[in-house]
């Protein structure tokens, strides 16, 4: 009785004066789908109180933003400082197109920081094997007209130009950082995003704002409506350095910050007793992870400060190799998707409760070219060392991944994406570091707001280590339903895109990975799985 009348009071809060086609069966509650994305919503706002991280009950949940936002399927690519296939090659062009990437970083991370937008080269002070790949190739080859007129051209979103602020070397660095807005806008690319460098580049601090802040009150002069990141604290003291932070904010310095994160590492993870609770605690700590860094920001620079993850992977090989047998496989794939549904998440409670939340997420990173060793641990889709070469692309499991979930958010006419938290109680047991307590499902749904009550798709992770009932959203006994199934035990690897049907209509078949497919909804999530549940009228 409790439970039904806090329902009905949240409900009284949304505007919804009956909740109608409720029946009661033992504990499962059968309603019309249009009902269950409010409960969804709403219980999850209501049982959260007790977390920093989610907003009170009584906040508004009638102007939360539910539009898909392309920049969750987005890559920090390293092409052309450090891959030297040029940005229109067919194989770049194919691993764009395939996977349907929603947007990029130019011109990539620690890259930025000896970039010189005008030769599309490295500064003249670098020598190093990259500088010389990219120097063996005509000037402009690699300057933003060009990336736009190749693999920025199908993004679904305008990249994030990624400023240099010649900080680092500034005797051998570009002397005019301000110039970089004059040239973006005599190129005539498409600007919305700005980001003042990279990392290490805010050390010392001073000389960093000093940099920033000529080259913001041009960036602000020439493209009034573009948004602009500002690096957050790498390697500095968080407390005076947010504190430095908040006062720049207040000044109209920036309107974003870029933050970068690897992990849980293979220390963490290897504490765990056997294989299963290994691969529980790769993905399990990935909601508090977020919901962490969310809160921290919006109580330590301001709530109107959008985050830019624009890289994030799992620990690198400088904190001991994670899953060396499975690094191209279905853990990876699932961890990644672990971070867009918690970003969808943490960014629907943020909003409701008048803060920010997330504005992009970029994964590290693209493309592997085995003559350039710089990511090939993180890479998911290789390319040629020759130009010309498209029947040689290789996909592997994450990039299966990725493009399934990116047709689903980008491609298959879905306007809004909410996050489902009543599809489970189930929470992360003991003996998973970093990862004890938190929700075994993370699930968003994806639908037309205008036809969501027949066609939808529900994208759902299961993080513990065993298997986990669920209870879903109803469409009618008319509709149709096709379940597919990844698990995180899956190896994957890589294998030719030209061996693979169906690239640009998931599932794949004959790719790295074999998920499980079938025309039924689930009533139970395997252990370390992520499921795509779609339905059609």
């Not at 409506?225 to 504190?243: D, H, Q, T, Y």
Request: hydrophobic share 40%.
């Amino acid at each position: 009785q409790e439970y039904v009348t806090r329902l009905i009071f949240i409900f009284s809060l949304t505007g919804v004066r009956h909740i109608s086609g409720f029946t009661f069966e033992k504990t499962r509650i059968k309603m019309p789908f249009t009902t269950y994305v409010g409960l969804c919503v709403a219980v999850s706002l209501w049982k959260s109180e007790d977390s920093v991280a989610f907003a009170h009950p009584s906040e508004s949940l009638t102007n939360l933003d539910s539009t898909i936002n392309p920049r969750f399927f987005a890559f920090s690519s390293y092409i052309g400082p450090v891959v030297n296939l040029t940005f229109d090659d067919p194989a770049v062009m194919r691993v764009v197109n395939t996977l349907g990437v929603g947007s990029l970083r130019y011109p990539g991370g620690s890259t930025t920081s000896h970039w010189n937008y005008t030769t599309g080269r490295w500064t003249n002070g670098i020598t190093s094997v990259y500088a010389n790949r990219t120097s063996a190739h005509p000037i402009g080859t690699f300057t933003p007209n060009k990336y736009m007129e190749g693999l920025g051209k199908p993004l679904a979103v305008p990249p994030i130009w990624n400023l240099n602020l010649a900080t680092l070397t500034p005797s051998e660095n570009i002397a005019d950082p301000p110039g970089q807005i004059d040239i973006l806008k005599n190129l005539d690319v498409p600007v919305e995003y700005l980001e003042l460098d990279n990392e290490i580049a805010d050390k010392p601090l001073d000389a960093y704002l000093a940099s920033a802040t000529k080259v913001v009150a041009r960036a602000r002069e020439v493209f009034p409506n573009a948004k602009i990141s500002i690096v957050g604290c790498f390697g500095l003291p968080e407390g005076p350095c947010m504190a430095q932070l908040k006062t720049q904010y207040e000044h109209g310095l920036f309107d974003a910050i870029t933050i970068h994160h690897y992990g849980p590492n293979n220390k963490t993870v290897q504490s765990a007793a056997t294989d299963i609770l290994r691969r529980s605690a790769t993905l399990a700590p990935t909601l508090s992870d977020m919901q962490e860094r969310e809160w921290t920001v919006a109580n330590n620079v301001s709530k109107d400060v959008a985050i830019w993850l624009d890289e994030f992977n799992w620990g690198g090989p400088w904190a001991g190799v994670m899953w060396p047998d499975e690094n191209h496989g279905g853990l990876r794939g699932l961890f990644w998707a672990g971070y867009i549904l918690a970003a969808i998440d943490v960014t629907a409670t943020a909003r409701a409760a008048g803060r920010t939340g997330y504005d992009a997420m970029m994964s590290y990173s693209l493309f592997l070219q085995h003559s350039s060793p710089w990511s090939q641990w993180a890479a998911c889709a290789t390319v040629p060392d020759e130009a010309n070469r498209p029947e040689l692309v290789q996909f592997d499991g994450v990039a299966q991944i990725f493009t399934h979930f990116s047709t689903v958010a980008l491609a298959s006419g879905y306007t809004a994406v909410v996050p489902l938290y009543s599809l489970s109680k189930e929470k992360v047991p003991t003996g998973v570091p970093g990862g004890v307590g938190a929700p075994c499902i993370l699930a968003s749904m994806f639908s037309d707001k205008a036809d969501g009550a027949t066609n939808a798709t529900i994208v759902a992770l299961n993080v513990c280590p065993s298997a986990v009932d669920v209870v879903l959203p109803s469409f009618g006994a008319d509709a149709t339903v096709q379940t597919t199934t990844y698990s995180g035990m899956d190896k994957g690897g890589f294998v030719l895109a030209d061996q693979i049907q169906s690239l640009r209509s998931p599932p794949w078949q004959h790719g790295p990975l074999s998920p499980v497919v079938s025309t039924s909804a689930p009533a139970t999530l395997p252990s370390i799985s992520l499921s795509f549940i779609q339905f059609k009228a």
